[in-house]
């Protein structure tokens, strides 16, 4: 770790103390984004946050919950609900996009970096990264990362208990799988990963509406790009949502849809954003107001 600037250090790996100082440093609040985590620091983090005053501090967590992750591990369902169930000020968001890795204390310190919250990412892969001590700076990356959040779900501590038990059952579902040519248990297998799949789909449903979802997106969009044609949208939408977009599928749970009709979605976001003056329309493109 060197320093570049009175505010900034250069992170080179291993990084895991730089992490746990900057952990520890946070008096109210530590927002961490990453897509892959292990076990044993995110349980640090929990002891960690069990030392200060339960009442006023609260540990938020960004993720993506993906089947891929799950089956392999890299994501480690089990220590994220051990978070939910061991802090009560914790949240746990589902960003299907995500691949940002940023750890943040109150809006003293940043930490912005290659390496995932993992073993390897802190302390085995060769990563870089920067350390934020500037309050303007860090205030910025905070704001950023809560409304990039904000498009995803917070996931109850109930639907983390269920997804936990879905990625156990189909880990033995697939060593089952490997082990054997047995077409009864391949199938018992693609049938575990589509309930997964759906419970996960469930996960985004709670709370928003398909409408809800686009309308703050193309916000969020307009907002840091500027003016955009419809078809300049579209594509950006679908990188935030890809399950929400997905053509292939044609699923409706509770208020949200998923699938074949995302665009038709996104076209009653739009109508409901400038009918509430929110948004403009000049003909050709789209413009926050």
């Known amino acids: 770790m060197t320093g570049y600037a009175p505010y900034v250090e250069l992170l080179t790996s291993p990084w895991s103390a730089a992490f746990f100082e900057l952990a520890d440093s946070?008096?109210?609040?530590?927002?961490?984004?990453?897509?892959?985590?292990?076990?044993?620091?995110?349980?640090?983090?929990?002891?960690?946050?069990?030392?200060?005053?339960?009442?006023?501090?609260?540990?938020?967590?960004?993720?993506?919950?993906?089947?891929?992750?799950?089956?392999?591990?890299?994501?480690?369902?089990?220590?994220?609900?051990?978070?939910?169930?061991?802090?009560?000020?914790?949240?746990?968001?589902?960003?299907?996009?995500?691949?940002?890795?940023?750890?943040?204390?109150?809006?003293?310190?940043?930490?912005?970096?290659?390496?995932?919250?993992?073993?390897?990412?802190?302390?085995?892969?060769?990563?870089?990264?920067?350390?934020?001590?500037?309050?303007?700076?860090?205030?910025?990356?905070?704001?950023?990362?809560?409304?990039?959040?904000?498009?995803?779900?917070?996931?109850?501590?109930?639907?983390?208990?269920?997804?936990?038990?879905?990625?156990?059952?189909?880990?033995?579902?697939?060593?089952?799988?490997?082990?054997?040519?047995?077409?009864?248990?391949?199938?018992?297998?693609?049938?575990r990963t589509e309930s997964a799949n759906f419970e996960l789909l469930k996960v985004r449903a709670e709370g928003k509406t398909t409408h809800r979802i686009f309308f703050d997106t193309i916000l969020y969009l307009l907002d840091r790009q500027g003016p955009l044609k419809t078809i300049e949208l579209h594509p950006l939408i679908q990188k935030i949502h890809p399950d929400l977009c997905d053509d292939k599928i044609d699923v409706v749970i509770g208020d949200v849809h998923f699938g074949k009709k995302w665009k038709h979605h996104v076209r009653g976001a739009q109508v409901s954003l400038r009918r509430q003056g929110l948004v403009d329309f000049d003909g050709v493109r789209w413009r926050k107001i």
């Open 26 to 191: 946070a008096t109210t609040h530590l927002l961490i984004a990453s897509p892959f985590i292990s076990g044993t620091p995110l349980n640090q983090v929990i002891e960690i946050a069990k030392k200060k005053s339960p009442a006023n501090f609260r540990v938020d967590l960004i993720t993506n919950l993906a089947i891929d992750s799950l089956l392999s591990g890299s994501l480690d369902i089990a220590a994220v609900l051990n978070l939910a169930q061991s802090l009560d000020n914790s949240s746990v968001t589902y960003l299907p996009s995500l691949h940002a890795k940023i750890y943040v204390a109150d809006v003293k310190a940043a930490i912005v970096t290659s390496g995932n919250l993992t073993i390897n990412g802190l302390s085995v892969n060769h990563e870089y990264g920067v350390l934020l001590k500037d309050v303007a700076l860090v205030s910025q990356v905070r704001n950023d990362l809560l409304q990039y959040a904000a498009l995803g779900s917070r996931v109850s501590t109930h639907s983390l208990m269920v997804i936990n038990q879905a990625a156990q059952e189909l880990k033995v579902a697939r060593q089952q799988a490997d082990r054997t040519v047995n077409a009864k248990l391949r199938a018992a297998f693609k049938r």
